[in-house]
């Protein structure tokens, strides 16, 4: 152990000794070195490997779980990325408005139509509306994109049995809310359809009668030909004359009118339709308000003119049926002694019959006539012998009395 003592110089000064007397507590003795076996080292070699693939393992689920959470990240944005592209594709749109072409819906198309077919005045709204249903009723329906079809700019075009019919475009939706990843929303933007007027009509009538297409009534501005005379005028002159026909076309027509034809009294007259030629027909009328009193004035002229020819009348008893100075007259006066019959008895006249009646006018009338004379001959047993007459008679109106104009033979 250490003892400290001072000392003091004969100069004043105090010296420390130190001594240095040997420790009671006995020494340690020297460590026992440990001596590492061959086996104990390969124990500790493999505990630091487990470490090593411990670290290694969490290492590597730490990785994976990181990539994994990275890559379901990436799925779910690429997943949400395509559910709004796929979303916002118009073809959606316009699956949903061909649906409309498909069920026939004129209401829907005629709504969102750029525009509206003008009509005529012979055409209304509803007949463009038949006419739009008409193209697409019964067809086998189909769309494509059209030959401008854009990204920026879709349209498609509606096709009815391969026939184009309507083009369908499509509008960005500026005020639909903004998608995800910046994507359009579409709208519909308008309906193009393609409406032509292709039809006509041409009609003859009368020119004293009155025409109507779809209940208007034509003026002259329709009348697209001049007057036809008929052919057998010269039977009524010079005491009257015949009213001719003419045609009227109409053209720009959605649909095949109505066609009513009405004559001089008001009555509708028959209409015919030529489909060689294209063209609506009408007659003559045969209405008269006068029409029983001419046909027994025909019946009772041509008894009269039968018996004349058989020599069983007086041919001056036809001469107050026909008009002043008649030629025809003349003439049956001139050629009645060429008929010759054999003696006969009585005769009757019987099976009268009004074959045609035509009113040109309110003054010109044409009738034909079958009677039949029963004559009992002179020889032969008791039937009698069957002479028939037929009368083809224009009369005319002078001064308020019918009178024969002429007669065709």
Not at 133 to 153: D, F, R, V
Not at 280 to 308: C, D, G, M
Request: with cysteine; charged share 20%.
């Amino acid at each position: 152990m250490k003892k400290h003592t001072d000392n003091i110089t004969p100069s004043g000064n105090q010296i420390r000794s130190i001594q240095i007397t040997p420790s009671r507590t006995p020494a340690k003795a020297p460590a026992k070195q440990t001596v590492k076996t061959p086996a104990k080292k390969k124990r500790k070699k493999k505990k630091q490997l487990h470490v090593y693939v411990a670290i290694l393992m969490d290492w590597l689920i730490a990785v994976t779980g990181g990539i994994m959470y990275i890559y379901k990240k990436f799925n779910d944005y690429l997943v949400s990325y395509e559910a709004s592209y796929q979303a916002s594709r118009p073809s959606h749109v316009i699956d949903e408005i061909f649906t409309h072409f498909e069920n026939y819906d004129i209401d829907y198309i005629w709504e969102h139509m750029d525009s509206h077919p003008a009509t005529s005045q012979f055409e209304s709204e509803e007949t463009v509306r038949n006419y739009i249903l008409e193209m697409i009723n019964g067809k086998a329906m189909t769309y494509k994109p059209s030959n401008t079809y854009t990204e920026e700019s879709p349209s498609y075009v509606i096709e009815a049995d391969g026939l184009i019919v309507a083009e369908v475009k499509l509008a960005k939706d500026l005020m639909a809310p903004q998608r995800d990843y910046g994507f359009p929303t579409w709208t519909l933007a308008s309906i193009s359809y393609y409406t032509e007027p292709f039809e006509s009509v041409m009609i003859t009538a009368a020119e004293n009668s009155t025409v109507y297409v779809n209940g208007i009534l034509l003026d002259d501005f329709y009348v697209a030909s001049d007057i036809t005379y008929p052919s057998d005028i010269s039977y009524v002159e010079p005491y009257n004359t015949m009213p001719g026909t003419h045609t009227y076309y109409i053209a720009d027509l959605y649909a095949e009118p109505e066609v009513v034809v009405r004559d001089l009294f008001g009555n509708e007259i028959p209409v015919t339709y030529d489909s060689a030629r294209d063209i609506y027909e009408s007659t003559y009328t045969s209405e008269n308000p006068e029409r029983a009193e001419l046909e027994e004035l025909a019946i009772e002229f041509t008894s009269l003119f039968a018996n004349v020819i058989s020599k069983d009348a007086n041919i001056e008893d036809l001469r107050p049926y026909f008009a002043p100075n008649s030629v025809t007259f003349d003439a049956v006066s001139r050629n009645t002694a060429l008929q010759f019959f054999t003696t006969h008895g009585a005769v009757t006249i019987n099976n009268q019959e009004i074959l045609e009646f035509i009113t040109y006018s309110e003054d010109v009338v044409y009738i034909e006539c079958y009677i039949e004379q029963w004559m009992q001959m002179g020889w032969g047993g008791a039937e009698p012998e069957v002479v028939p007459t037929n009368a083809r008679i224009y009369f005319v109106r002078i001064d308020g009395v019918w009178k024969v104009a002429s007669m065709r033979f």
